[in-house]
């Protein structure tokens, strides 16, 4: 058994209630060591991601006692029997849909719909069935495959994504979800042409990955919305010709301000009113696509006859579509041209202790992502 320290939730909330915000904290765990296919991570950084947050509200329903984090880059500290694509020392990207490689949709090209992986991801331990972590009262549960949110972790082999020695391996934690995520729905699922007009709904991490990806893509007009106006200027920073608050006339204005409904609408804000607002937005012919999970119970009325007659497209997008072998390293290309510029995004450093509070303040809301430096580049 490996000693380690990690943030455990306790408690998942109710929708509607007060997160159980006490029901998590950093805690003395076990972990036990990689077993066939698995390999032994040291943390190198870690964010917080909404996401982590949902499973605390219980928004996103996951099986509690859990270890969170799932946006995290780290260095191999051991492999368990059989894993022969990485060794000790390699640097790596954690990803939160382990695959498989042979289901169909893993046949298919795409993984982020990995059947065995999402149903892993959803009992809340490793792709082999396993639970790494555990306490004197029995076995935790495996966030995404990753429980991050600790010094040490134990992952399937088919969760990670082998980074280059020369790109800063704390910012590339970011690449674990909010860029796969945010610049994926951008480049992969909508597949956004030059020239066209993108609207992003919600400006946290996966929202201005968006930004960024349309920008990346070449779309002439990239509008934000966000009713946080603290998020304004590292939005328009990042690539966003101007941020709009909301309110009543909402998509009036974003019809008008790309010359009759937007050709993309993306919602990563988690919030069904404003897929409707997405929705509502685009142009005749025009693609909205849902990033943001929101409350499994919510609906979003909408007229059939309205999307058949218009050929509008609702497109869902997890995980961005991502082949995380092939579009890792573009990625890494990008940072390394400077085209992406993680470092921007981080909104605050820091350690690993300080992630309870950290939670609250994302419920709260805060400007660019937080990051957790766990072991740091030295990991
Ligand atoms: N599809 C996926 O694979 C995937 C992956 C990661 C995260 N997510 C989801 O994406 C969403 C965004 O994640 P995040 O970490 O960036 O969250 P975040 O909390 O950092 O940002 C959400 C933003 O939405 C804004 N917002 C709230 N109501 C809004 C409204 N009506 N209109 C526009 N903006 C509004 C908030 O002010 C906030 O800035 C979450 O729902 C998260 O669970 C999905
Ligand atoms: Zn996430
Ligand atoms: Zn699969």
Redesign the pocket.
């Known amino acids: 058994m490996i000693e380690t320290r990690a943030a455990v939730l306790r408690r998942a909330g109710t929708p509607g209630e007060p997160p159980p915000f006490d029901g998590f904290a950093v805690e003395d765990v076990l972990l036990s060591e990689p077993g066939p296919g698995e390999v032994l991570i040291d943390v190198a950084a870690a964010c917080?991601?909404?996401?982590d947050?949902?499973v605390m509200t219980g928004h996103?329903p996951r099986p509690v006692p859990m270890v969170l984090g799932h946006e995290a880059s780290g260095r191999v500290a051991a492999v368990g029997p059989g894993v022969t694509r990485f060794r000790p020392g390699d640097p790596v990207l954690m990803t939160?849909v382990p695959r498989c490689g042979r289901c169909r949709p893993c046949a298919e090209g795409r993984p982020?719909l990995c059947e065995p992986g999402n149903a892993a991801n959803v009992a809340g331990t490793l792709l082999t069935g396993r639970r790494p972590f555990r306490d004197g009262d029995g076995e935790l549960h495996q966030h995404l495959g990753l429980s991050a949110f600790s010094h040490r972790t134990v992952v399937s082999e088919a969760s990670l994504v082998r980074l280059p020695d020369d790109v800063p391996l704390v910012e590339c934690a970011l690449l674990g979800?909010?860029v796969v995520?945010?610049v994926g729905?951008v480049v992969n699922t909508a597949r956004v042409e030059p020239g066209t007009s993108v609207v992003v709904?919600?400006?946290?991490?996966?929202?201005?990955c968006a930004v960024m990806g349309a920008r990346l893509a070449g779309a002439a007009t990239v509008i934000g919305?966000?009713?946080?106006l603290r998020?304004a200027d590292l939005a328009r920073e990042l690539g966003a010709d101007e941020v709009l608050p909301?309110g009543p006339d909402l998509v009036e204005e974003l019809r008008e301000r790309t010359g009759g409904g937007a050709d993309y609408a993306f919602e990563?804000?988690?919030?069904p009113?404003?897929f409707e607002?997405a929705y509502a937005a685009t142009r005749r012919g025009g693609t909205t696509v849902?990033?943001?999970?929101?409350d499994p119970a919510a609906r979003v009325p909408f007229s059939p006859a309205d999307l058949v007659a218009t050929e509008r497209v609702v497109r869902?997008?997890?995980?961005?579509s991502t082949i995380p072998e092939r579009d890792i390293p573009r990625y890494v290309e990008l940072l390394r041209a400077g085209r992406l510029p993680l470092q921007r995004l981080v909104g605050e450093r820091l350690t690993l202790e300080e992630v309870p509070g950290a939670m609250r303040r994302?419920h709260d809301?805060?400007v660019g992502?937080q990051l957790i430096e766990i072991g740091g580049a030295a990991a």
Do not use: E, N, W
């Open positions: 917080l991601c909404h996401s947050l949902s996103r939160y982020a979800c909010a995520t945010g729905a709904f919600g400006l946290g991490g996966v929202g201005l919305v966000d009713p946080d998020k909301g990563a804000a988690g919030v009113v404003a607002q849902g990033i943001g999970l929101a869902g997008s997890y995980m961005g994302l809301g805060v992502r």
